[in-house]
């Protein structure tokens, strides 16, 4: 039984980036998206994000997908890889074109960070720099722009914060000033590249998925996939982010910082642990597929509130 009284069906997707095996934190994910789709009668979807070819590992995603099948976590249509849609990227940049509110842009990262620095001369910066608008009213066409980026404010001359709001199945009511923690993101990169954000939103659309879980290392992406689906006329999505699972640094788990890759040979006690990470535990069943259906009947129970 669907948890939602009304609106589409639910179609949930798992989105492995291939840049390597599935680890402990990857799977986390990967059965938080499986088991709420199960919970509520709906699809599961495996889409492989390999739109940035260079970070790819030849034949990691059959390798994942490899990881997933023995794991018992079978997608309900044939999996998806974001390197053969580039079309749609570009119709979508395109629209947003023409819309107004997306402009091109010939900065390079050093241009960016000396422009900040005389803003706010002596101030640290840390993370990703938000970019200053340089190029917002040059009118730059496609032979001078190098990148392509969306504007983060709530009007198109650009003068009005832009605030937005979203509910987390798990964390709650959250918030972010686009316009100030983010700013005028990229969707084009200028190698030519697709943003993740782009590609993100107009799968996530095209692929009729209803509902986003994945880890909470992606949550604060969240308000530029909103704001990119409100301009491109598609329909908001519910998310949940779980928990992360952390390395022996206290730190995302990540290949970076020393993930093994799963271990198969015990499928069962690596799903368990997973199953753990998500608040199940104890569960009975001593075969894949009699833990996976627990798994199911303790997330239809309880669903989020486990985490
Ligand atoms: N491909 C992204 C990753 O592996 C996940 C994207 C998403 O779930 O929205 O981190």
Not at 108 to 131: C, F, M, N
Not at 182 to 192: H, I, T, Y
Not at 252 to 275: E, H, Y
Request: some cysteine; hydrophobic content about 40%; charged content about 20%.
């Amino acid at each position: 039984m669907s948890r939602y009284a009304a609106g589409p069906a639910y179609r949930g997707r798992f989105a492995p980036s291939p840049t390597g095996l599935l680890h402990a934190g990857s799977l986390v994910a990967a059965l938080a998206s499986w088991l709420d789709a199960r919970a509520h009668g709906g699809q599961w979807l495996v889409r492989i994000e390999d739109h940035d070819q260079g970070r790819c590992v030849p034949g990691a995603d059959q390798a994942i997908l490899a990881q997933l099948q023995t794991l018992g976590l079978m997608p309900d249509e044939p999996p998806v890889w974001q390197s053969q849609r580039q079309a749609l990227y570009a119709r979508a940049l395109q629209r947003l074109m023409e819309s107004g509110w997306v402009y091109g842009c010939d900065c390079t990262r050093k241009s960016i960070a000396d422009a900040l620095a005389a803003q706010a001369p002596g101030k640290p910066r840390h993370g990703e720099l938000v970019y200053p608008g340089t190029c917002r009213h040059r009118h730059l066409g496609p032979t001078q722009a190098r990148a392509w980026r969306l504007l983060s404010t709530a009007d198109l001359a650009g003068t009005q914060d832009l605030t937005l709001s979203w509910q987390d199945r798990r964390l709650g009511p959250q918030q972010q000033s686009l316009s100030e923690a983010v700013g005028d993101f990229v969707l084009r990169r200028a190698d030519g590249l697709w943003a993740y954000q782009l590609c993100v939103v107009v799968d996530d659309a095209d692929q009729g998925i209803t509902d986003v879980v994945r880890g909470e290392d992606l949550a604060d992406n969240t308000p530029r996939q909103i704001r990119l689906q409100q301009l491109l006329g598609l329909p908001a999505l519910r998310y949940l982010h779980t928990p992360l699972v952390l390395g022996a640094n206290g730190e995302k788990l990540s290949k970076q910082n020393g993930a093994r890759p799963l271990d198969l040979d015990q499928p069962l006690a690596t799903l368990q642990r997973a199953g753990a990470a998500l608040g199940l535990n104890a569960l009975p069943g001593t075969t894949i597929a009699d833990w996976l259906a627990a798994a199911v009947r303790a997330w239809t129970a309880a669903g989020a509130a486990l985490l």
